[in-house]
Each structure stands twice: as C-alpha cells, then as structure tokens.
Nanobody, 117 residues
Framework: QVQLVESGGGLVQPGGSLRLSCAAS????????MYWYRQAPGKQRELVAG???????NYADSVKGRFTISRSNAKNTVSLQMNSLKPEDTAEYYC???????????WGQGTQVTVSS
C-alpha cells in the first residue's frame, strides 16, 4: 500500500503558474503508474495527466501544451507543472497511484487550485 500527500495548491491569477507535488511513501514507487485528477464543484472527477513507470505521459485535451507531468523515482514524487492557468482549471486536484501488478489504486487527500482575478 502507498500513501500519497499532495502539496502546492493555492490561489493564482489567470495566466499564472502553479506546481503541484505528490509525495509517495510506504511502497516501491517505481511499481506505480501515477496520475493527476481534478474535480470541480458539481462536476465529475476527471483525468488531467498520467505518467507511466518509465515516463510515458498522457494529457487531457484541455491541458495539453499548458501542463506537464513528471516523476522522480529516486525521490518518490510526481509533479504537475501548470502554466497559463485559466479560471476553468479551478478544482480540487488529486494524486492517484496505480500498482501495475495488482491494479490496486490509491488516492491522496487533494489540494485546492483556484484561478481567479
């Protein structure tokens, strides 16, 4: 089992940037594919970005070219660099880990991102 703790959320103006981080502990980090999801009030949770064990990435169309997901297997962390933020990016952002062998999934507690002037 892996424990996940997100950080880096906050209030930012439109066009600004934030960097979210997710620290993992309790298991072998390199056994997990990692994801960032978000959920806005009244909406379903949606996939923002994912990164495989060996660094292959995928993104939601709405964030392509603006967000970058990365991971450090040495530091047991996954990050989400968010640039050119828009008000519609406002949401609670969650880190998810999926064990590639068992397919078990684990979630962090979330971090709030608010984009507003």
């Amino acid at each position: 089992q892996v424990q996940l703790v997100e950080s880096g959320g906050g209030l930012v103006q439109p066009g600004g940037s934030l960097r979210l981080s997710c620290a993992a502990s309790g298991s072998i980090f390199s056994n997990y594919a990692m994801y960032w999801y978000r959920q806005a009030p009244g909406k379903q949770r949606e996939l923002v970005a994912g990164i495989s064990r060996d660094g292959i990435t995928n993104y939601a169309d709405s964030v392509k070219g603006r967000f970058t997901i990365s991971r450090s297997n040495a530091k047991n962390t996954v990050s989400l660099q968010m640039n050119s933020l828009k008000p519609e990016d406002t949401a609670e952002y969650y880190c998810k880990a999926r064990n590639v062998y068992s397919n078990n999934a684990y979630w962090g507690q979330g971090t709030q991102v608010t984009v507003s002037s």
